[in-house]
């Protein structure tokens, strides 16, 4: 591997553990500053953008575990999506 592959690899583990280190699931969040409320109208209008940044930290965090294999990143990953097909990515979700 190249000297620049390494370095985004060690850069990406770097993200992943900080991402990782914040991770506090919820039943309205997988972490405390992209809480997922659709109740009220307010929460509504953000719930997208919060959904979809939600999703780009858990790629960060699969495309750190494709490298290092940590188990502690595996278990995030599939707690979170657990959390968020349970709660808002399923069949009967209602669209906002």
């Given at each position: 591997m190249g000297l620049g592959v390494q370095q985004f690899i060690a850069a990406l583990d770097h993200y992943a553990t900080q991402l990782l280190a914040t991770v506090q699931l919820s039943g309205h969040s997988v972490w405390p500053d992209l809480i997922l409320d659709n109740k009220p109208l307010e929460g509504q209008k953000q719930l997208g953008a919060k959904l979809y940044q939600t999703y780009l930290r858990l790629f960060q965090m699969a495309r750190a575990y494709r490298?290092?294999?940590?188990?502690?990143?595996?278990?995030?990953?599939?707690?979170?999506?657990?959390?968020?097909n349970r709660n808002y990515y399923h069949q009967d979700a209602v669209e906002c």
């Open positions: 490298f290092s294999n940590n188990q502690q990143l595996q278990t995030a990953l599939i707690n979170s999506l657990t959390l968020l």
